[in-house]
């Protein structure tokens, strides 16, 4: 009974969140100005839009690739892309359960452990979270003017209280984090205590492997492959969100600079723990339009479209992959015995 609960809410609780930004958001909207606004798109940009997506998380599979052949597993580039794009699917349903499900996919078409895939999806998102700051501050170097007053009043107006925080607060904090350090070293120096016990084991087990997934980046035969599809994965990132400005009619065409500012805006949301971005796509971009001059319908509209475009796309080609997945073959322990060659 009370894991039901727990698991009613772990998906609930972001689904709500979700729900309740998007009536915040579109109090004040015309949901028939957004359908007339819908109708009259341009679709081919739109399709243009879905090509680049596909061809960035094409890319992404086979990055991923690249960062399991050091550990002796060479998945075909098919069922990665599949896993991708089912991890993708995952997401919609509940947050970062795609990172889990892309792993066990490929765990069952390719044999590869769960632990040490994940580890290679943990070294891939921090490459991605280093690309994300890098061009989030070319950005603010190129549009000093527009996003300096926007992110400090941004920050200023949610975060601006913490210095009024009494110094119990910050005293509490400190302890609590000496506590897991110290807690941390216990465990470490006891290791030899819990040898026997069956899950130290299994966690041990699933840790050495996800951080031998994590370290294989240090073993990479081709590094200038994978920095140039880190670099294609987020053009073609950047390319799918600004062509969808050239779609609607009522909206005027961004600057290419602006074109980088929603590709950042829209990633920072995306990562935020509700399904898809929902709600917090929608925030960060309309928010960040009306640096450009655009009135706030006209940017949550702009910001609904891409986010409804490229949901569509998740949701078909996420779809898709989960059916041909299900007609798979398991091979026989064809990524174990690989590795166990090399």
């Not at 590094?223 to 799918?240: E, M, N, R």
């Not at 299900?326 to 590795?339: D, K, N, S, T």
């Amino acid at each position: 009974m009370k894991s039901r609960i727990l698991s009613f809410f772990k998906y609930a609780l972001p689904l709500a969140l979700a729900v309740l930004l998007m009536v915040y958001l579109f109090r004040n909207i015309s949901i028939a100005e957004l359908l007339r606004s819908f109708r009259q798109a341009n679709y081919n940009w739109a399709v243009l839009s879905g090509i680049l997506l596909l061809l960035a998380h094409l890319s992404r599979a086979y990055r991923w690739n690249l960062l399991l052949r050091p550990l002796g597993y060479r998945p075909g580039l098919g069922n990665t892309f599949l896993a991708v794009m089912i991890g993708y699917f995952a997401n919609l349903l509940l947050p970062r359960m795609g990172e889990v499900t892309r792993c066990g996919m490929l765990q069952r078409t390719e044999k590869i452990p769960l632990n040490t895939s994940f580890g290679t999806v943990v070294a891939e998102r921090l490459f991605d979270l280093i690309s994300l700051v890098l061009l989030l501050v070319l950005n603010f170097v190129l549009e000093f003017d527009r996003l300096s007053g926007f992110f400090s009043d941004f920050f200023a107006s949610r975060f601006g209280s913490l210095g009024q925080l009494s110094a119990g607060f910050y005293l509490v904090m400190a302890g609590m984090a000496v506590t897991g350090v110290f807690l941390l070293l216990f465990l470490y120096r006891s290791r030899a205590r819990f040898s026997g016990n069956r899950f130290y084991v299994r966690a041990g087990t699933f840790v050495k492997g996800m951080l031998e997934g994590i370290l294989s980046v240090r073993k990479l035969d081709r590094k200038w492959d994978f920095v140039l599809q880190t670099v294609l994965i987020w053009a073609c990132y950047y390319l799918a969100s600004y062509l969808l400005t050239f779609a609607l009619p009522d909206t005027a065409r961004l600057s290419p600079l602006g074109g980088l500012t929603i590709l950042i805006m829209g990633s920072l949301g995306m990562a935020a723990p509700v399904q898809g971005g929902t709600g917090s796509f929608h925030l960060l971009v309309s928010g960040a339009l009306l640096l450009y001059g655009w009135k706030a319908e006209d940017g949550l509209i702009l910001a609904t479209f891409i986010w409804a475009s490229q949901t569509i796309l998740t949701i078909a080609a996420g779809g898709i992959a989960f059916l041909i997945s299900l007609f798979i073959v398991q091979p026989a322990a064809q990524g174990e015995a690989v590795h166990k060659s090399t």
